[in-house]
């Protein structure tokens, strides 16, 4: 099981710490990706790190100011995010596998999301 949090209410410009943390398996196993959907909008991959040598891929539109991390003794991945934007208001979420092919993302089995609201 994954499950999401760290989400909340915050000023444009301002940063958010996000967490992931596992139950049941363990990250080194699979890529980590994280995703969001806002209200209205299509799902939005945000991040994709593989288990084979822990690089990550970014989303255009958080490249630069998102930073995904890992704390292997805790089982727990973390989206640090800084310099929001209004547009990053969504609910987030981080899934167990994920993959990106020809500009799609795909992603496996995920949790309950933690919504983020960013205020102009």
């Known amino acids: 099981q994954l499950q999401a949090s760290g989400g909340g209410l915050v000023q444009a410009g301002g940063s958010l710490r996000l967490s992931c943390a596992a139950s049941g398996f363990t990250f080194d196993d699979y890529a980590i990706g994280w995703f969001r959907q806002a209200p209205g909008l299509e799902r939005e991959g945000v991040s994709c790190?593989?288990?084979?040598?822990?690089?990550?891929r970014y989303a255009d539109s958080v490249k630069g100011r998102f930073t995904v991390s890992s704390d292997n003794a805790k089982n727990t991945v973390y989206l640090t995010m800084n310099s929001l934007k209004p547009e990053d208001t969504a609910v987030y979420y981080c899934?167990?596998?994920?993959?990106?092919?020809?500009?799609?993302?795909?992603?496996?089995?995920w949790g309950q999301g933690t919504e983020v609201t960013v205020s102009s």
């Open positions: 899934a167990a596998d994920c993959a990106i092919h020809k500009g799609d993302w795909f992603f496996g089995s």
């Open positions: 790190t593989t288990n084979s040598d822990g690089s990550t």
